[in-house]
Structure formats: C-alpha cells, structure tokens
C-alpha cells in the first residue's frame, strides 16, 4: 500500500463558525448546477407521481435531481415521507409518520422496471416507531424489484435500526447488491448534527453486515462543510476500512434552510480530491469525493466500478 498523501490540519477555532473567506450565504462557482427542464426529467417525474413514490431526491432538496431525473436514476424513499428523528442537516419533515402503504414494495418494483433501471437506490426515513424499524418492508420491496425488473441491481440506503434486533440480519439475508448506512460526519459533531444516533453503532451496522454476508459491497458516506478538521475526516476513513467498508461518499454539506446547521467552509475541488487519493490509498475500492457527490449520485456507474475493481483485486491476490 503506498503512503497516504499529506493533508495539513488546519486548527480550529471554537468561536469562529464560518471561514470569512468561503461564507456560506452564497454557493461558489463549482456547486452551480443547472435547473431541471429536460422531457426525460418530467417523464421521471411523472412516473414518480403516477405510483404515488417519494424520493429522497424531492425531499431531501438534492442539488443533483437535473441531472440524475433526466437520465433516469431515481432513489426511492420507502417507509412514508415523515421522519421519527430530526437531524439538524436534513430536510425531510419530522412528525408522527403515516401507516406503512402495503402497496409501496410493488410499486418501487414497477418503477424499476418501467424507468428500465440498471441500478435502483432504495432508501428510507427513520422509522423509530417500528418493531424492526421498516426491516420488513425493505425486505419486501428488494423481492419486489426482484419479480417486476429482474435485471436491476439493487442497492439499500438503511437507517441504523437502533435498538431493532433482527433487522440488519434480515435486510442483509434478501441479499441486496450494495448495503450502505451513512455516517453523516465525524463523531464530534454528532450532537449537534446527528443526536438521534450513535457514531459507534453505525460502525457495527456496517460491520455485521460484512461478518453476516462479505458478498455483500458495503458503503457508506459522509458531508464535510460542517465544522470538521481535516485529521477527523481521515481518522473516518480509518474506521471504515476497519470495519472493511468498500466505498465511501464524502460531499459537500449544503443548508437546506436557515433554520438547518450552518455551513462552516466551502471545501474545494482541490481539497475533494486530497480526499479521494487518500481514501483508495487507505484501501478503498471505490472513493467518489467531489462538492456535488451524494450517496446515490451516479450509483449504477460506481456499482460497476466496485464490481471491476473487486475483480481486479481477487486478480491480483490469486498472482
């Protein structure tokens, strides 16, 4: 393995919350992105209503829903559209949820199917308030993409199922392609940016899922922009890659309203990919670290990329 490149710490302030170079009240250049307007978008966005489907795409303001509906990607939210936790990063409403729609499982695989996916992200709200915590219904909808669109890879973008035994088993035992828990940010800022959850538990999540089924590509991602030092993204990574993590995601994080965490600097595309040549060096099969990378922007593209470089590595342990 060869040396990971150097990245400079830059101390932190405590009384300083935002870089006067970088403020936060305007996007700089490379987080511009166009408006939506293309007929594929408004095809994807039809489809998506005619099913009556949330996305995390709508709920969560995703900077990327242009591009990713004009070409078809769509990551499905699952479980409702109201949250049982209330993360100071997220956008999607908090409250007493819905009852689960016995409908939904089939009605992702339809979307699957008719939208002619090569890869579908399934994610969901926290859903604190269930026995497994939703367990059952991504088992379900996995099965139902399974029957409607048999082609399709499938990756799941879980909740922590904090204090729901049985739920990682029986998520990771419907074999889903990729499983990937995000761990948001770095363990300091759990507090005040993730205080429904726990940095550690999301740790295990992702290891028992590799113990239980090591087929299984794990991944997980998190936003910087939030207040964290450099050394505790890498020491991040660290853990992954103990926890024998395949991918991470790390974007930048972008307030969704005055009310959400503010933004502590704009990290630049320089910085990003420090991030990204640090990561495969630490081992990583795969790394997407840009401004605009989201857990499931270009997610069919990377699964590719995580098959081939899985490949090339069995490959190169059998010489």
């Not at 048999?150 to 199922?161: A, M, S």
């Not at 994080?253 to 005055?258: N, S």
Request: aromatic content about 6%; overall charge neutral; glycine content about 6%.
């Amino acid at each position: 393995m060869t040396d990971s490149p150097t990245v400079a710490v830059k101390p932190r302030h405590p009384e300083k919350q935002r870089n006067p170079d970088r403020p936060s009240g305007r996007k700089p250049d490379w987080l511009r992105v166009r408006a939506p307007l293309s007929r594929e978008y408004v095809e994807s966005k039809e489809l998506v209503r005619s099913l009556k489907l949330n996305t995390v795409c709508e709920e969560a303001s995703c900077p990327n829903i242009g591009e990713c509906w004009s070409q078809k990607h769509v990551t499905v939210m699952i479980l409702g559209s109201v949250c049982t936790r209330a993360c100071a990063f997220c956008n999607v409403a908090t409250g007493k949820p819905n009852k689960l729609d016995p409908h939904e499982p089939d009605h992702v695989g339809e979307a699957a199917a008719a939208l002619g996916l090569g890869h579908i992200v399934v994610t969901s709200v926290d859903r604190d308030d269930l026995d497994d915590g939703g367990a059952a219904q991504f088992v379900k909808t996995i099965e139902a993409i399974r029957r409607h669109s048999p082609g399709t890879t499938i990756e799941v973008l879980t909740p922590d199922f904090m204090r729901k035994p049985g739920a990682i088993e029986a998520v990771v035992a419907a074999k889903p392609d990729v499983f990937n828990h995000n761990l948001e940010t770095v363990p300091r800022l759990y507090a005040e940016v993730r205080p429904g959850a726990r940095y550690f538990h999301s740790l295990r999540l992702l290891d028992t899922v590799k113990q239980l089924d090591p087929t299984i590509f794990t991944k997980s991602g998190i936003m910087v922009g939030l207040g964290e030092e450099k050394a505790e993204v890498l020491q991040v990574m660290d853990d992954l890659r103990a926890a024998d993590v395949d991918f991470m995601t790390i974007g930048q994080y972008l307030q969704p309203t005055p009310k959400h965490h503010p933004i502590a600097d704009w990290v630049t595309p320089d910085e990003f990919d420090v991030y990204r040549k640090t990561g495969l060096s630490k081992g990583f099969l795969v790394i997407a670290a840009t401004p605009l990378t989201r857990s499931s922007y270009h997610a069919g593209a990377d699964f590719e990329r995580l098959r081939a470089a899985r490949l090339a590595k069995l490959a190169t342990a059998g010489n």
